[in-house]
């Protein structure tokens, strides 16, 4: 115990203290408190209600001894820097709204959150925050809306938004972040309640393409990644032209902001969605449609923009399809259709209306089904190389009929030679050259294939009529001149009857 020293005790070797150490010691003792701020609802701060507004007052800390009933905490624009595990000794747990704005912010204590559990909205935006550390914000679970846009943050860790089970949107842009959060949007570290995700504005250069693809479409809807450098390709333009085509927000909202990088040592930047006219040629992208197969298991998902909603659908033929109807396909309770055996009746246009208090949408499913089942598509091929095979033996078929059919040799008899002539005479001219030779060709016929040389003159064409007459005489098994229509009638590989 202290007490003050008498004139005649000594200070060295006593436990008195001189008088003037004493009046000193309660300003010492108060020292590590002289820079907090205490609230004045005068003249720190203006109090409204639920409300303590300390914006632009040159703070460097948070104000302590905040009522218990305090709802909206707005410290913006000051100079509070750090956010240590201290600011609040006391819950509030009244407080839902926290506005840290503009402040130059470059620390958050892991337990800083401890004593406001029940805050929905938190403004962090525009500070100097760098890094998000592991589970910094697991404390807010009632966390509906963070914003921390206008930072440095270059990293992010896997775990830093874990316990944010109500988290509905998220805005990280401006920054200098370089990998997407894939993790916020798929996966057992998904948020379930996540409707929007800010990621412009930052240093992604590759984006999960194909993990994007298979999300659903409220979660797209509400996906922006515009103003990042991105390496130009076709499958970048595809999915953001599938997003253009049914009217998500993300994609038609910034059309003109999502850009790329094209290959090259120009860097020359261009819009994605012009990739498809005058730099990579990708080709234009169309509504898709849904194939399938006869007698196989269909589900059709109404993928609407906003995630809970209302679903009813129309099947071909403009039939509503009700709950117990008599319809092959079915209605769950997650707003699909599902149909257990598809039949070929079964194509064509599927409708649903989808419906909410405030939103009206309606998709389009066009169906087709193949002619056959998924396991018969080796019958389906058997069933081609038969065909293939028959041909085949149809052409060596008429080859050996060409091939193998008597000719004409040097030793027959002339009666012959002079009936194989008038043969020749009557299939390539229209009207017989020899009365009798075409009586006899009436009368006894026979199939015959005509020896295109007899016909061909020079270049391979048919001779002309002054070739057949020399000193006004016929040649013996020369035909008469006819015209262009029966010379292309012969040439054919059709049997012709005489």
């Known amino acids: 115990m202290l007490f003050p020293c008498s004139a005649e005790q000594p200070l060295l070797g006593s436990s008195c203290v001189p008088r003037t150490v004493l009046r000193l010691l309660p300003l010492a003792l108060l020292l590590p408190w002289v820079t907090a701020t205490t609230l004045n609802c005068h003249k720190t701060c203006i109090c409204a209600s639920n409300i303590v507004s300390c914006s632009k007052r040159n703070l460097t800390t948070i104000p302590t001894t905040l009522p ?24 509030l747990p009244k407080l839902h709204n926290l506005l840290l704005s503009h402040n130059g912010l470059n620390f958050i204590s892991t337990e800083a959150f401890l004593y406001v559990t029940h805050v929905r909205y938190l403004d962090l935006s525009s500070n100097s925050l760098r890094q998000l550390e592991e589970s910094m914000f697991e404390p807010l679970k009632c966390l509906e809306v963070l914003l921390l846009y206008k930072n440095c943050i270059t990293q992010i860790d896997r775990s830093a938004f874990s316990g944010l089970d109500n988290l509905q949107k998220l805005y990280l842009s401006q920054n200098q972040v370089s990998r997407f959060p894939l993790e ?23 984006l999960p393409i194909q993990e994007l693809k298979v999300l659903h479409a409220w979660i797209k809807n509400g996906l922006y990644f515009h103003d990042n450098p991105f390496a130009c390709n076709c499958d970048l333009y595809n999915m953001l032209a599938h997003w253009h085509i049914r009217q998500l927000t993300s994609a038609v909202d910034f059309k003109d902001d999502y850009t790329c990088v094209l290959p090259g040592p120009q860097k020359t930047t261009v819009a994605v969605f012009d990739l498809n006219k005058d730099y990579l040629n990708c080709s234009t992208v169309k509504a898709e449609d849904q194939e399938t197969y006869l007698e196989q298991p269909l589900t059709l998902n109404c993928d609407t923009r906003h995630r809970v909603m209302n679903k009813t659908w129309m099947i071909p033929g403009n039939v509503l399809v009700t709950p117990g109807g008599n319809h092959s396909a079915k209605l769950l309770k997650d707003g699909r259709l599902e149909i257990a055996s598809v039949q070929l009746e079964d194509s064509g246009i599927y409708t649903c209306f989808a419906v909410s208090e ?15 089942t998924l396991d018969g598509s080796s019958e389906t091929l058997n ?11 149809s052409v060596i078929l008429v080859l050996i009929y060409l091939y193998l059919t008597p000719c004409r040799c040097p030793g027959h008899s002339k009666a012959k030679s002079q009936q194989e002539d008038s043969i020749h005479s009557s299939m390539l001219s229209a009207t017989p050259s020899h009365e009798d030779l075409a009586t006899k060709a009436g009368l006894s016929r026979h199939v015959a294939f005509i020896d295109t040389k007899d016909l061909q003159g020079q270049n391979g ?22 015209d262009a229509e029966s010379i292309s009638s012969v040439c054919s590989d059709t049997p012709i009857v005489v």
Do not use: M
């Open 68 to 91: 218990a009933y305090t709802a909206v905490l707005d410290v913006s624009y000051n100079s509070i820097d750090r956010l240590s595990a201290q600011w609040t000794t006391v819950p």
């Open 184 to 206: 916020l949007v798929k996966g057992k570290t998904q948020l379930e309640k996540l409707s929007l995700l800010d990621v412009s504005s930052n240093r992604v250069k590759n």
């Open 358 to 372: 405030v939103f009206n949408e309606t998709l389009y499913v066009t169906v087709k089904v193949h002619n056959f």
């Open 383 to 393: 069933t081609a190389y038969t065909t293939l095979i028959g041909c085949l033996a």
């Open 461 to 482: 064409k048919v001779k002309p009529a002054a070739d057949e007459e020399r000193d006004g005489r016929r040649d013996r098994g020369q035909r008469k001149k006819s």
